[in-house]
């Protein structure tokens, strides 16, 4: 075993030994890499995938934060990456979620069984009180043969004694599982960790006896360790396993699911989008900010073009900070307040459970819900997180999908005021057509890429009341980052249309396209305004739609066009950094036509 292998691999220091934080997902293992290493983290991509891996140093360490994995093995790009990290790697800190002993120690005991020489962390700590849970650390640490430590990370509980461990080398090889040099001698293979990782095919997507038998027998020892070690209050685990299983079994799931969403449309496109905003966009702006801008400006500015530019239609201090402050803002913040909500109370892996048989006729496993729940929030984050999916299949699934259908938070915003004001059976048509353009482009998608859908392995955390600090605090952050990036992007494009507007040629496109727009679109042609704006901000170019006048059937067919309209600009330049300019403007162009054809078929139909 070569430790240099890992530094050469992740093109990091070689004079500093390494150790490698391994766990599952979700157990707070960025938070002690966080701790250990403080502020100065460096990132190296994983060569021939699409996997970062965060390093940082801790005295004479080298840290490496592998990606969460629930056992080592082949099956996607994150398992590769921890896998070749972890067989190259002696010293291991293996953190481990306290509440979820049972599932996270089969992972623990196969690093054992490979000779690891590992400490182990129980972190979360401070969770096993709430939820009545109590851990014989002392035995644990007997039966596994390491050093076991309790931590509480978030709240730096438990550090000072992890770096103490380090600091005296408590890293030791444990107990393997018993039996297991039985099993490998039947076949005449010699203990060591080599002839287990061949025999459990970590090389391999593939599945073997011989690895299904090592499995059971480690399986069936960690439930004994657990059953040794951890007592708890079944009533209470009881009724949260009953209700999370209410709400992933699709005859009780699916209602719950569409209720929520109800909820959600409620709360946005209602109390948000038509009551507050009706306020802060046409009293506390239309009224009283615009009134005492343009007297201001007036006093000052004398020439015509540069008072178009700043206070006309277009302008920089009329119609920017009404749509932007007036308008978006509040629908983001209430969109990201209600997602919150969801996340923090553990029902979002759950969906990604109850949808995970529909989405494999689209080629994809339930986890791809994520990404796209996450593109209600803005598609270009969306775009990022589709590197959770187990291959780049998948992945070119997921944005095409994304960058076609999936409208952002103040779009989804816009378009629930808008379509409330239509009423209830335009709503049920808008979802029908946007959610049959989703499953038949999905479905075509994955006949022509090659490849299978991998299976679905997802985390299902605890369920729990939403903490309201998490919540708001998530409602701050997400708010804060649309703000920032959005912010030059609307100013640029409030320019360019003001500048265009100033100049007439914003006419003279309107007239160009004309026979799209007005003849085969059946829209007023004031609607190209929409289009170009959606072409930088798909957000923005929604709401021009809340001043044009249009008869009701005209608004759905502007509704169903533009959300189904090409990615915006930032969404763009993401999908090229992942997969490169041929396939995002394949995307652009595929989603222009797509919009453009239904939406003149609509038209045509319903005008």
């Not at 708890?232 to 799931?253: A, M, Y």
């Not at 892996?349 to 209600?376: E, H, M, S, T």
Request: glycine share 8%.
């Amino acid at each position: 075993m070569n430790c240099h292998c890992v530094q050469e691999m992740l093109n990091i220091p070689d004079n500093k030994e390494v150790i490698a934080l391994v766990g599952n997902p979700n157990v707070g293992k960025s938070v002690i890499f966080n701790k250990l290493t403080g502020r100065y983290v460096e990132v190296s991509n994983y060569p021939s995938t699409t996997v970062d891996v965060n390093y940082g140093f801790y005295k004479d360490y080298v840290i490496v934060d592998t990606p969460g994995v629930y056992g080592i093995s082949s099956f996607n790009d994150e398992e590769i990456v921890t896998r070749d990290i972890v067989l190259n790697t002696q010293k291991i800190i293996n953190v481990v979620d306290s509440v979820h002993l049972d599932r996270d120690l089969f992972l623990t005991q196969q690093l054992i069984d490979y000779q690891k020489e590992v400490i182990v962390v129980l972190n979360m700590f401070d969770e096993i009180e709430k939820n009545d849970i109590k851990i014989d650390i002392e035995k644990l640490k007997d039966i596994l043969g390491v050093e076991v430590i309790a931590t509480s990370a978030s709240r730096g509980e438990g550090i000072d004694k992890l770096k103490e461990a380090i600091d005296k080398n408590l890293f030791k090889k444990g107990k393997s599982t018993p039996n297991l040099e039985k099993i490998l001698e039947s076949e005449r293979k010699k203990f060591s960790w080599g002839s287990l990782a061949e025999a459990e095919n970590v090389f391999s997507s593939s599945v073997s006896e011989l690895q299904e038998k090592i499995y059971a027998l480690r399986r069936s020892y960690v439930d004994e360790i657990f059953n040794k070690t951890v007592k708890f209050d079944t009533r209470k685990l009881e009724f949260k396993n009953k209700l999370s299983q209410v709400l992933i079994n699709p005859v009780t799931g699916i209602p719950i699911l569409i209720f929520t969403l109800y909820v959600m449309y409620y709360f946005m496109g209602v109390l948000v989008a038509q009551r507050l905003v009706d306020f802060t966009m046409n009293t506390v702006m239309g009224e009283y900010y615009l009134g005492f801008i343009k007297g201001i400006v007036k006093k000052f500015v004398s020439n015509a073009f540069l008072e178009k530019i700043i206070i006309g239609n277009y302008g920089m201090l009329s119609m920017f900070p009404i749509i932007f402050l007036g308008l978006l803002f509040p629908l983001v913040v209430a969109f990201h307040l209600f997602m919150s909500i969801l996340e923090d109370s553990g029902y979002l892996p759950r969906i990604a459970a109850l949808v995970d048989r529909v989405f494999n006729k689209i080629g994809l496993n339930g986890r791809a819900i994520i990404p796209i729940i996450l593109g209600f929030g803005c598609v270009t984050m969306a775009t990022i997180t589709t590197r959770i999916l187990g291959s780049k299949r998948e992945r070119l699934i997921t944005m095409f999908l994304l960058g076609l259908t999936i409208p952002c938070s103040a779009q989804l915003g816009i378009i629930s005021g808008l379509i409330s004001r239509l009423g209830f059976e335009y709503l049920v048509a808008y979802i029908l057509i946007i959610g049959s353009i989703f499953g038949i482009v999905g479905m075509i998608l994955n006949k022509i890429l090659k490849g299978e859908s991998t299976s679905l392995f997802i985390d299902l955390p605890t369920l729990r009341f939403p903490q309201p600090t998490n919540v708001l605090k998530k409602t701050y952050y997400k708010s804060k980052g649309f703000l920032i990036e959005a912010f030059p992007i609307f100013v640029m494009a409030t320019l360019v249309l003001g500048i265009l507007d100033a100049t007439n040629l914003l006419h003279v496109i309107e007239n160009f396209a004309q026979p799209v727009i007005t003849g085969f679109l059946k829209l007023p042609k004031q609607i190209t305004e929409v289009f170009i704006l959606s072409i930088i901000r798909r957000d923005y170019g929604a709401a021009g739609l809340v001043t044009i006048p249009t008869t009701k059937g005209q608004m759905f067919v502007a509704l169903v066009t533009t959300t189904l309209f090409v990615p915006c600009i930032t969404s763009f330049a993401m999908m090229t950094k992942e997969n490169g300019l041929k396939y995002s403007g394949f995307v652009w162009v595929s989603s222009a036509v797509i919009a453009i054809l239904v939406g003149g078929v609509l038209a045509h139909i319903v005008l």
